[in-house]
């Protein structure tokens, strides 16, 4: 599949059906995604645009659910309540407030016409069914849910084997107040998606009597393999594949010509069941059904053609769900999305050969087999762990090995080299979050008839082939490591990088203006670090007062004003940031001229730098060379993407009495031109409150702040040991810095060399909700990818309940 079609919303200003408050399926189409969200729009396309057996039902449309706030004035309670958020990250707040919202959603009464549409669409449902009160399923589905570049699904709530009109009215609105789960809204927020553009459907559908079900992909998302349709399934309702709670027989398709090229099938000793009368309940299977398939071959073959069907005609990879009814043995499709890893991914096939190992591996021991749930290799230590209470004996680069994993093993997980479980299958809790989490993972090894917890032992040394789902004895990761392929002329186009948006910005640190051309290709947001300095060594080679005293002060402001300007052209309009010049004494002395006018210290690096400079009656005609510069570069150039930035400020006053000259020469804080100040004095981070009322925002200097929290110098040899950006003081600093700063609506980037080197620091910078990160340009990339799955990660952890942990514990 080379190819993902973006699924379109409808103008619903121009269409009749916007004002209705139900749609039918056989009204709808994938278009509608406005009208009804992109799960019932979905139901709506395969039932009237394909022969696909789809449950028939109705939807509750977008005007219905706008119509329910409006009428009851749940819209302002809800935004109040919203806007009372002082900080997402702050789980015990998400919580409290989303609780509140879901509470008056669901006791406050619907408007009695809605009700009555809603009952009305029920009886004709059943009607057309034949049925008196039938059982159905209400799913919900957001407007902006189940797309390629944009999924929202699953945050939302499904009730399943719902009986009755009032019952069905209840449950729409339950729908409606998931839209504002913890989950849901710190996503949203976290995506800066207001919700207010999201809308809630209720696709109520008849309900399968499942006798089997399960869930099936056009792309094998373990590990991108587009040429098979995969399908996972159990006896029961469908609930339990999430849940882990039955490893799932395990079924693999040519799509080519539909033959089953594998199947693997498990030990499912119980099922979720629907009560006679409404809810479900646990039953133990049947021993003599235990081990039977809950898929015929012809079931397999039948359900692949109509996933096959519908990824021709959606135009993309779908992940779909479906159900056998227990009465007539029908094979019905209930939901299909796309899917959205693999179809942004656009991956290229890979060469066969580039998978061969680079060394013999035909002597290696293997010591079980499992289902691919995350692509990856990996070997370490074995630790088993059976009870979610030894959890925090579990050490880093450990392989994690055990039944099966739920949200209280997160922390463990991020720790784990590697993961496999006995139990679960492609969309257990395990497979998903060591996906999101890019673990390699195996899960489900009692498909094979072992339990890894009883083969593997504590302390073994084992690899992890998570692309083959195959588990080594011994350290043979080199042997298993693919050749280089061979380099080949290919007459296809190159396919573009893709680098998802984030809400973290990822910036990028220049210091030669001539490398700015060739790097604006890079995917920075822009330059959180322009190095001054380097223009002064480069291309002026003259102390800035030797050259007043020479009568060329002019030198200054135009080799300056050439060399940001070039950056800041390329670059444009993505913002770049210039740090004001930041040398030491011993640094300027080296400029010609320089000797005359520079001090000799002992210790520079806490001498005459920064801004103490700048207003100094010796230094300050220098800077306001500085500062024509930057005047010239947005006024005469028109680069109005160049904003500036104050290094080493000391003490608040120091910050007024810079930032004054800088007014007096007309460069004044506005909309469109921004003062920051380097954070790298422990000053800075205490005095943050105060420093707010002279700066748009902050950016750390890790270097130099670790050095003065550390008192460590940061060039001397002796002592090198002990600096240390990731030191716990270090990282209290930050943390504060960004609570102080966001709380007066100031921006909090970091320019030192810590993200560059370590990507677990980056880690934390996200989770502490900082704006920006600039790194060098070789990690600009690597840091882009690394932020998405970190935020990827932290939304994951809201969405499992382990939140946002001990605010006094910095270390994650």
């Not at 003490?651 to 020469?665: F, G, L, N, Y």
Request: contains cysteine; proline residues 4%; glycine residues 6%.
């Amino acid at each position: 599949m080379t190819e993902t079609k973006i699924i379109s919303s409808v103008n619903v200003n121009s269409d009749p059906r916007a004002e209705k408050d139900v749609l039918w399926f056989d009204e709808l189409h994938r278009e509608d995604v406005a009208l009804v969200g992109g799960k019932s729009s979905s139901l709506g396309e395969m039932t009237s645009s394909t022969n696909i057996p789809v449950p028939y039902g109705f939807a509750t449309t977008a005007h219905a659910y706008r119509y329910f706030l409006n009428s009851t004035g749940l819209d302002k309670k809800v935004s109040e309540l919203l806007n009372s958020i002082k900080d997402y990250e702050n789980t015990e707040e998400l919580h409290e407030v989303c609780s509140k919202i879901r509470k008056i959603m669901v006791e406050t009464p619907m408007p009695e016409d809605l009700a009555e549409n809603i009952k009305s669409s029920y009886l004709q449902l059943a009607k057309k069914m034949d049925q008196k009160d039938p059982f159905v399923a209400v799913r919900s589905s957001a407007t902006a849910e189940d797309l390629p570049n944009a999924s929202f699904a699953g945050q939302q709530d499904t009730y399943l084997n719902v009986r009755g009109a009032d019952e069905v009215v209840q449950k729409v609105k339950e729908c409606y107040a998931s839209l504002f789960t913890d989950r849901a809204t710190y996503y949203r927020h976290k995506a800066q998606f207001p919700y207010q553009k999201v809308a809630l459907s209720a696709a109520v559908q008849m309900q399968v009597f499942s006798k089997s079900s399960g869930i099936m992909f056009t792309v094998n998302v373990s590990n991108g393999d587009d040429s098979v349709i995969v399908i996972d399934s159990i006896w029961g309702l469908g609930e339990y594949i999430v849940s882990g709670k039955v490893t799932p027989d395990h079924f693999v398709v040519n799509k080519s010509d539909l033959t089953i090229k594998s199947k693997a099938i498990t030990t499912k000793k119980i099922e979720l069941i629907r009560e006679p009368n409404g809810g479900v309940h646990e039953v133990n299977v049947p021993e003599d059904k235990q081990q039977e398939a809950s898929l015929t071959d012809q079931q397999v073959v039948e359900l692949a053609s109509y996933a096959k069907t519908i990824e021709k005609h959606y135009g993309c990879y779908m992940d779909m769900e479906w159900a056998v009814d227990s009465r007539t043995n029908k094979v019905w499709v209930v939901q299909a999305r796309p899917e959205t890893v693999w179809s942004q991914r656009n991956r290229s096939k890979q060469d066969n050969s580039s998978s061969q190992s680079s060394t013999d591996i035909s002597n290696a021991e293997v010591i079980l087999r499992g289902l691919t749930a995350a692509p990856g290799l990996a070997s370490g230590r074995v630790h088993v762990i059976d009870n979610p209470e030894d959890i925090d004996q579990f050490k880093k680069g450990e392989i994690l090995v055990t039944l099966m994993t739920s949200p209280d093993w997160v922390p463990a997980m991020q720790k784990a080299k590697a993961i496999i479980t006995n139990n679960g299958g492609m969309t257990c809790h395990a497979a998903i979050v060591s996906r999101e989490m890019q673990i390699p993972c195996i899960v489900g090894t009692t498909s094979n008839g072992v339990k890894a917890t009883e083969v593997l032992k504590d302390g073994e040394m084992i690899t992890v082939d998570a692309k083959n789902g195959v588990v080594y004895k011994g350290d043979i990761i080199d042997a298993l490591k693919p050749k280089a392929p061979t380099a080949q002329v290919s007459n296809q186009p190159v396919q573009a990088e893709y680098f998802p948006p984030t809400a973290t910005k990822v910036m990028m640190n220049l210091g030669n203006p001539d490398l700015a051309e060739k790097y604006s290709a890079l995917p920075a947001d822009g330059i959180g670090l322009m190095r001054e300095e380097f223009l002064w060594t480069s291309y002026i080679h003259e102390h800035p007062l030797y050259l007043i005293d020479s009568g060329h002060p002019e030198k200054v402001v135009n080799e300056l004003a050439s060399g940001i300007g070039k950056v800041a052209r390329a670059m444009s309009p993505r913002p770049i940031v210039l740090r004001f010049s930041d040398f030491k004494s011993s640094e300027y002395r080296n400029l010609k001229g320089g000797e005359k006018y520079e001090p000799h210290e002992s210790a520079d690096l806490l001498g005459w730098r920064g801004a103490s400079r700048y207003y100094d009656p010796k230094y300050i005609n220098a800077f306001k060379l500085e500062v024509k510069a930057v005047k010239k570069v947005r006024e005469e150039y028109g680069l109005t993407n160049l904003n500036v930035m104050i290094p080493f400020c000391r003490t608040v006053d120091e910050a007024r009495k810079v930032t004054q000259i800088m007014a007096e020469e007309g460069l004044v804080r506005s909309a469109n031109f921004k003062i920051y100040m380097m954070a790298e004095i422990p000053s800075n981070i205490i005095l943050a409150d105060q420093f707010n009322e002279f700066v748009d925002g902050y950016s750390i200097g890790s270097n130099d702040l670790t050095m003065l929290i550390l008192g460590c110098d940061r060039n001397n040899d002796t002592v090198a040991r002990l600096f240390d950006e990731r030191n716990l003081a270090v990282k209290r600093a930050i943390r504060h810095l960004i609570k102080v700063a966001h709380k007066d609506g100031k921006t909090v980037s970091i320019c030192g060399q810590a993200p560059s080197e370590y990507p677990e620091f980056t880690e934390f910078l996200v989770r502490s909700g900082i704006d920006y990160v600039s790194v060098n340009p070789d990690m600009v990339k690597q840091t882009k990818l690394n932020v998405a799955h970190y935020e990827q990660r932290i939304l994951l952890d809201h969405a499992t309940g382990l939140g946002r942990q001990d605010p006094t514990n910095y270390e994650w």
